[in-house]
């Protein structure tokens, strides 16, 4: 199966990138004499393949994945970043002075790095057993529920980033360069709610509290996915529960003192981030805003790609098409109420609310169709998780709040560092006083799987009042 999907997936997206450069010929030749737009269609030309390598790379990582091999495509993304930042930093400026050039330089820096990110990973595969067999007639049911279950599949993890898209589009529509502006088209009779610069904000917010969702939420569900597919092929539902229940409690476990952090540390973050330039104070404060109302549903955006795939092992994609939809929905008209009093913030609060109701919506859901969930010991992980977070956040504000403000570059690194290093120390000492078995599980070594499940069955059955032992 992997091979005929390997196969139609090159073919398919050759003919993608194939169209693609017969397009940018195209508008290259129909608008001679425009340097800007023949810059723009030329780097496109270059990058397009980028397209090809990159989807045929995610395949094969999605492959090893299901043969419980995690390291290499957790590496190779560092190969473009590697790569392109050597074409920026050495290969552009040594091969010309102009811009134009240099910028063609990183884009076949980027090539370059998809390029790797597959090559990389073939003899890998290879080397756990892959060996390239087109059989049609065995593949065919195995890839027909791969293209059924595609687009509903797809809709369902991106709801959180159409939810974001929203909050853009929004501020577009609904903001203004001056304050007190009469919004024309709705007859004068309503002024803007937004200031311009609400679109960068909602940008800039959405980087930071997508850093917690990829290492946390997005590593989480990628390794347990193949262990749920598993459960579910041989019928056992419970097992599915009770390791969709760990991961959950996983997330929660990592994911609320995460929130709690990026609260906290949103102005020195944005700060020492961004603030340079044109990016001046009162943006760092807007900034900073946003990446505090989008912090409130960071345990919501990691424990969404967790559940989602506790459907998706079953063979159900539409349950979450189903629950997005109306999510998208309600965040829209959240958008629509919240933008009046609060602004900006508004958007990135209706996110938020959006994404907690479908976590609760998606987990009453599984547990009725598909299995049970441990509501007792997520629970119990939720609450050790708040009294050790409510610890570590007191330490920290602490920590800042003893800082002294001389503005250079070396005082905003510590007054992020200072407080990051004691939150992760008060925290990791509350929760091991309070019992937390979650971060012993979380270290135990790949060599130490026998461990690590032995911790696994003593969470469960100290969760549950029994003796211990393991599952």
């Known amino acids: 199966m992997a091979s005929v999907t390997l196969t139609w997936l090159a073919i398919g997206l050759a003919g993608i990138v194939l169209v693609g450069e017969t397009l940018v010929g195209i508008l290259w030749l129909a608008n001679p004499h425009h340097p800007r737009l023949e810059l723009l269609l030329g780097l496109v030309a270059v990058m397009l393949p980028y397209l090809f390598c990159i989807c045929l790379a995610a395949q094969v990582s999605a492959t090893l994945h299901a043969l419980h091999h995690f390291g290499t495509p957790a590496f190779v993304p560092v190969l473009l970043n590697i790569v392109w930042i050597l074409g920026a930093l050495v290969i552009a400026p040594w091969w010309a002075t102009d811009k134009s050039s240099q910028a063609y330089v990183l884009a076949i820096s980027v090539l370059c790095g998809g390029v790797l990110q597959l090559a990389i990973q073939l003899p890998i595969l290879h080397r756990l057993g892959f060996r ?4 049609w007639p065995a593949a065919r049911q195995g890839v027909s529920r791969i293209v059924a279950t595609l687009l509903p599949m797809l809709l369902g993890l991106a709801v959180t980033q159409i939810n974001t898209l929203l909050d853009s589009l929004m501020a577009w529509v609904f903001s203004s360069p001056q304050p007190r502006t009469p919004i024309g088209w709705l007859g004068d009779s309503w002024d803007y709610p937004l200031r311009q610069g609400a ?49 959950l409690r996983l997330v929660l476990f990592l994911a609320v003192p995460a929130a709690a952090g ?34 409130l549903g960071v345990w919501a955006y990691c424990a969404l790609p967790v559940l989602v795939r506790g459907f998706y092992a079953q063979q159900d994609p539409h349950t979450p098409l189903r629950i997005g939809l109306g999510v998208v929905s309600c965040n829209f008209l959240l958008n629509l109420v919240l933008i009046w009093p609060l602004a900006e913030a508004g958007l990135a609060v209706s996110t938020a609310v959006a994404a907690a109701l479908q976590v609760g919506w998606l987990a009453v859901a599984f547990a009725r169709k598909s299995g049970h969930l441990d509501w007792w010991e997520m629970s119990g992980t939720l609450l050790r998780s708040i009294v050790a977070t409510a610890a570590m956040y007191g330490a920290g504000l602490a920590v ?67 003796n211990g032992s393991a599952s």
């Not at 390239?132 to 059989?135: G, S, V």
């Not at 990829?214 to 390791?243: E, M, N, Q, Y």
């Not at 609260?263 to 700060?271: M, Y």
């Not at 091991?432 to 060599?447: C, D, F, I, K, Y």
């Open 400 to 466: 800042l709040g003893s800082l002294p403000d001389d503005g250079g570059l070396t005082h905003q690194m510590v007054a992020v560092l200072a407080p990051l290093i004691v939150c992760l120390a008060v925290y990791l000492a509350v929760s091991h006083a309070l019992g937390s078995g979650e971060w012993r599980l979380l270290t135990s070594r790949q060599g130490k799987s026998s461990d690590a499940r032995n911790d696994l069955g003593q969470m469960r059955g100290r969760d549950r009042g029994g």
């Open 132 to 135: 390239y067999d087109y059989d």
């Open 262 to 295: 990026l609260f906290l540390l949103a102005e020195p973050v944005a700060r020492l981030l961004f603030q340079r330039g044109e990016f001046l104070p009162e943006d760092t404060l807007r900034t900073a805003r946003m990446i505090r109302c989008y912090a």
């Open 199 to 247: 679109a960068g904000a909602i940008y800039y917010g959405e980087r930071l509290y997508q850093l917690p969702v990829g290492v946390l939420g997005i590593t989480v569900a990628t390794v347990i996915f193949p262990l749920l597919s598993r459960h579910a092929a041989r019928g056992d539902r419970d097992k599915i529960g009770a390791d969709l229940s760990l991961g």
